[in-house]
């Protein structure tokens, strides 16, 4: 069965900090795809990425950049100079391929609270 | 193009009452899946299905029936509504093809008393 760990459960930072978030998988399978969506207080998730398993390298998107690691099963979410907007709960998230990849096993989620 | 419709927003429901969360895509994609999130619980499948005629259990099934008879529609079906399942519920769906993201509705609010 596939795992997916975010063991933060809730992060605090003052804005303008930078932050990183964890998620370690457990898989099988050697052909899978992860996730990061953020949900903000108004609830939607929101798709930030999606990353395949025979793709390592890293990504930056603005503010955002992601390191994946095969090695070590993470796939890590880091956020540069944190400001108040990106308070929400942030979900990790890896394609299930028992289900022919039409669904997701998420993590339980990290709130992140950014203050002024 | 609406996208992952989910009807209703917010339902109060009495113990023992059933109801039907409707969920409508216009993408045409063949893949469409329930989830129920609770507090500190992440997001949880409840059921999924790959095509028109064709459902299968995830990991939170008990309590909830589905069916797909078209390609649009995946309604999430409780038959007698219990406490327990007072959660924030969510449809998805993808295309077919593993280079496709999956879009979510915005989800229903649920509480049973």
Not at chain 1, 48 to 74: A, H, M, P, V
């Amino acid at each position: 069965a596939q795992k997916v760990t975010q063991a933060q459960t809730e992060i605090s930072v003052v804005e303008k900090e930078d932050v990183t978030l964890d998620c370690v998988y457990e898989t099988r399978d050697t052909t899978y795809y992860l996730f990061w969506y953020k949900q903000p207080p108004s609830g939607e998730l929101v798709f930030l990425i999606r990353r395949n398993s025979f793709d390592e390298q890293n990504e930056i998107s603005g503010r955002y950049s992601w390191n994946f690691q095969k090695s070590t099963s993470s796939f890590n979410f880091t956020i540069t100079a944190s400001q108040v907007v990106d308070s929400a709960v942030y979900f990790c998230a890896l394609s299930d391929p028992n289900s022919g990849y039409s669904t997701l096993t998420f993590g339980k989620g990290t709130m992140l609270l950014v203050s002024p | 193009n609406a996208g992952v419709t989910q009807t209703p927003k917010f339902q109060v429901l009495k113990t023992g009452q059933s109801m039907t969360l409707q969920c409508a895509q216009d993408m045409n994609h063949e893949y469409m899946s329930w989830y129920r999130q609770d507090p500190g619980m992440g997001l949880r499948l409840i059921h999924y299905s790959v095509g028109a005629g064709i459902t299968d259990q995830g990991e939170v099934p008990n309590g909830y029936n589905v069916s797909r008879s078209t390609t649009e529609d995946f309604p999430l079906r409780l038959l007698s509504a219990a406490p327990s399942q007072t959660s924030v519920y969510f449809c998805a769906s993808r295309r077919q093809g593993v280079n496709y993201g999956y879009t979510f509705g915005s989800g229903t609010r649920l509480t049973v008393v």
